[in-house]
């Protein structure tokens, strides 16, 4: 079933991964709006949208990747997905002085 998704702000038809991951996600086809909620607005019905979603680490793989810093991707909010970059950080300069010295 073909879906158009030009209206979706989410999703770019030119961007060679559309053709991939993103035709697949839960997401599709819903309002752009639920995962971009206003301060202090609830992200329980966008999160619910993508609990089960069978593309939900690809999602938060290509907002860490694209440094996304609004909305909802892979069923994290922008702290979430800021505390995992940080961790990551850490974990690359600690690894880095692990090498340095070892």
């Known amino acids: ?7 979706d702000a989410r999703f770019d038809a030119d961007d ?5 991951w993103q035709l697949q ?5 819903v309002d752009p709006d639920l995962f971009f909620p206003e301060r202090g607005a609830s ?4 999160k619910a949208v993508c609990r089960g979603c ?3 680490e ?3 793989e290509y907002a860490l990747a694209n440094g996304e810093k609004f909305g909802i991707w892979g069923g994290l909010s922008e ?3 800021r505390k995992i970059r940080r961790q990551r950080a850490l974990a690359r300069a600690a690894a880095a002085s692990q090498s340095a010295t070892g």
């Open 43 to 46: 992200t329980k019905e966008a």
């Open 16 to 20: 060679e991964d559309a053709q991939g």
């Open 79 to 81: 702290r979430e997905r």
């Open 25 to 29: 996600a839960n997401c599709l086809g």
């Open 58 to 60: 690809d999602c938060l």
């Open 1 to 7: 079933m073909d879906q158009d998704t030009s209206g």
């Open 54 to 56: 069978v593309v939900r």
